[in-house]
């Protein structure tokens, strides 16, 4: 048993859908963060979920690693295959399958993009809301629960996905949930495979949730003295009750970033980006309401975009955080990370995140999802500088450890991969051990996805 007799028995099956060139592979190893280059073994183009089922079963009999892989736009190196074998590029299956407009459902297969999705669904009058700013496809956004800035009234991956079809290890093609809205019957095994990053299925698959396109939409944005100011702001907001659309935080850092790289300019201090969504006259009440309560935190600047091109030109430049925060170091990469906590904590989370940045002497920007406690710290690398990679350790460190302090969580959004495994333990204890447990039922051999969400046993 090896992986090369598995490559050969595949290509016998798939014909040139095997690719074994070095620049492939290259290709298939990058990431967007700063992990080292994990070259697969071959990749491979799948057209059906029979040839997932197909190949996988391959695999599993000769105990070869097989890596789904989307859009590469994960930040913990989750598509990365570290112990070689197949990357699973799952581009061929991008198609749109059925749209259940009166059920506000949408059928689709993994590969498909969420920006392809909602451009396929423009004339229904409804929206797939889930937006992490990268434009992944939707069974990367399954598999690592992918938030983004519209979750805060839409929710997340995990949210937003009613069934799934997936291959298991050993070939089986296996059907979880259904159209219905909700379920009382056995385990949840949908929301099982949300978040598993690709070690328990190979997502084949999605039924997800649709949203009618709403009557008014206006982007706005203001500026604060202090990012406790702003942080506070948003949490008087939250516990109101006030169903803004979108509310983002960026740090003063961020904003030079933003400066820098898209040639805003904004006063380099820490902003809100809020969109509020609704009926015109209720988009109107939001925002009278919103500015009694900032107006009390000393927010000042308050600008506002109704055409689509001005807040589409808003978010495309939130969107792009992660290159502004690459760029204002030398270095020219991001170590990116983000942690989440009860929103009544939110502000202590953020102002220690900034103080560890300062004391460690690096160059870090905050941005997050603030209605949520979720926010986002870019620390921008030089990987060939090892004392800076060394004090990035230890930032990383110590706000896994602030967000644990105070009862939230590692990741709100990243994922787990290979960045966060070291977390594992502190953050879920005895619970661990049942995970690893779950794995072992789905995946004896294990073959999917190996060396990442569970950490080794010590």
């Known amino acids: ?17 095997v690719v074994t060139s070095l620049a492939e592979r290259e290709l298939h190893g990058e990431n967007e963060s700063y992990y080292q280059k994990a ?3 071959a990749v491979v183009y799948p057209e059906s979920t029979q040839e997932v089922s197909q190949i996988v079963k391959i695999c599993n009999e000769e105990l070869c690693p097989v890596v789904p892989y989307g859009a590469a736009s994960s930040l913990e190196g989750q598509h990365l295959a570290v112990q070689g074998g197949i990357s699973l590029d799952m581009i061929r299956m991008s198609k749109v399958l059925a749209v259940n407009a009166e059920d506000l459902n949408v059928v689709v297969q993994p590969g498909i993009t969420r920006k392809t999705l909602n451009n396929e669904l423009r004339n229904t009058g409804l929206f797939f809301p889930v937006d992490p700013g990268a434009d992944a496809s939707v069974g990367g ?7 983004g800035t519209a979750a805060v009234k839409y929710g997340t991956m995990r949210d937003n996905v009613l069934a799934m079809e997936v291959v298991m290890a050993d070939g089986t093609i296996m059907r979880t949930g259904n159209q219905a809205k909700k379920s009382a ?7 099982l495979m949300v978040g598993s990053e690709g070690t328990l299925g190979i997502i084949t698959e999605l039924t997800l949730k649709l949203h009618g396109i709403p ?22 907001t939250i516990q109101c009750g006030l169903p803004v659309g979108r509310i983002e935080l960026v740090d003063e850092m961020m904003v030079r970033g933003f400066n820098n790289y898209s040639k805003s300019e904004l006063p380099e201090v820490p902003h809100l980006f809020l969109e509020f969504i609704g009926t015109t006259s209720g988009v109107q009440e939001q925002m009278q309401a919103f500015g009694e309560i900032a107006e009390e935190f000393g927010a000042e600047g308050w600008t506002t975009a109704t055409l689509a091109e001005d807040r589409n030109k808003l978010w495309a430049m939130r969107h792009k955080s992660h290159y502004a925060s690459a760029a204002l170091g030398e270095g020219g990469h991001l170590w990116p990370t983000d942690v989440c906590v009860p929103i009544s904590k939110l502000a202590e989370a953020v102002v220690q995140a900034k103080d560890d940045a300062v004391r460690l002497g690096l160059t870090s920007t905050i941005v997050g999802h603030v209605g949520e406690g979720n926010f986002h710290a870019g620390v921008s690398v030089d990987p060939n500088n090892a004392d800076e990679m060394e004090r990035c350790e230890q930032f990383i460190t110590a706000l896994a450890e602030t967000a644990l302090r105070l009862g939230g969580t590692v990741s709100g959004e990243h994922g787990i991969g290979l960045g966060k495994l070291k977390f594992m333990n502190a953050e879920h204890g005895a619970s661990l051990q049942y995970m690893r447990m779950i794995k072992k039922s789905f995946d004896p051999n294990n073959i999917l996805n190996p060396g990442k969400m569970i950490p080794a046993e010590a």
Request: net charge negative; glycine share 4%; with cysteine.
């Open 1 to 17: 048993m090896s992986i090369q007799s598995a490559i050969d028995k595949i290509s016998a099956l798939l014909g040139d859908r």
């Open 39 to 41: 070259l697969p073994d």
């Open 141 to 147: 956004m399954a598999a690592t629960r992918a938030s």
């Open 185 to 191: 019957t056995g385990y949840d095994l949908t929301h």
């Open 215 to 236: 009557e008014a939409l206006t982007a706005a944005t203001c500026r604060f003295p202090s990012i406790e100011d702003a942080v506070n702001c948003v949490i008087m």
